[in-house]
Structures are given as C-alpha cells and as structure tokens.
C-alpha cells in the first residue's frame, strides 16, 4: 500500500512502473528518492563507506518477515520505520531515524 500511495495516488501517477535499474549504489545527490532500504535493514554493509554522497546505514540483521509485515497498515515512509520500531527488537533499532532520514515523504 505504501509505494502504491506515493506513486501512484499521492503524486498522480497512476499508470507508474518501477525503473528497471537496482539502485542500491544510489547516490543521494544524483536523484533523492531510494528504493533499497529494505535491503538496507536486511544487510551487515554502511554504503556511507563509499562516501559521504551515499546513505548512512548502520542498521542491519532485520527479517524479510519483519520487514513485509511492519509495512501493514503503513501509509508513508515513516510509519513503516515506526511499525518496525514498536513491533521488534534490534540492536541496531537507534539507528532507524537516521537511515530514514535519508529520504523523506
């Protein structure tokens, strides 16, 4: 539901399909907008090693489960990050607002 709203129904767009690209590599300045994050929460690796126009990502080791059932009920970007947040955790939990905040609604 979460993507869906964003792209098609909250900026209008209703005939949207995902570029066919992997964007794990992005770079902030380059476009703002981010696809991976769940992989961010899911892999053990900082892309911020690659640079300072790269996402910081210090939280790791969520499951796939964990991942697809805190997007239940998740409107936008950030109620998912709560959903995670109140229903597991993580040791790596503290770091969930930073990754976010790489990207915004």
């Given at each position: 539901m979460m993507t869906l709203n964003r792209y098609k129904t909250k900026f209008n767009n209703p005939n949207y399909s995902y570029k066919?690209?992997?964007?794990?590599?992005?770079?902030?300045?380059?476009?703002?907008?981010?696809?991976?994050?769940?992989?961010?929460?899911?892999?053990?690796?900082?892309?911020?090693?690659?640079?300072?126009?790269?996402?910081?990502?210090?939280?790791?080791?969520?499951?796939?489960?964990?991942?697809?059932?805190?997007?239940?009920?998740?409107?936008?970007?950030?109620?998912?990050?709560?959903?995670?947040?109140?229903?597991?955790?993580?040791?790596?939990?503290?770091?969930?607002?930073?990754?976010?905040?790489?990207?915004?609604?």
């Amino acid at each position: 539901m979460m993507t869906l709203n964003r792209y098609k129904t909250k900026f209008n767009n209703p005939n949207y399909s995902y570029k066919l690209h992997n964007l794990q590599y992005q770079d902030l300045n380059y476009d703002n907008y981010y696809t991976s994050g769940g992989y961010d929460m899911i892999d053990d690796f900082n892309q911020r090693d690659f640079g300072n126009d790269f996402p910081i990502d210090r939280v790791n080791s969520y499951s796939l489960k964990q991942l697809q059932d805190g997007l239940k009920g998740a409107r936008y970007w950030n109620q998912w990050k709560d959903n995670l947040k109140s229903k597991y955790n993580n040791p790596t939990e503290m770091y969930l607002d930073e990754l976010f905040n790489n990207w915004q609604d």
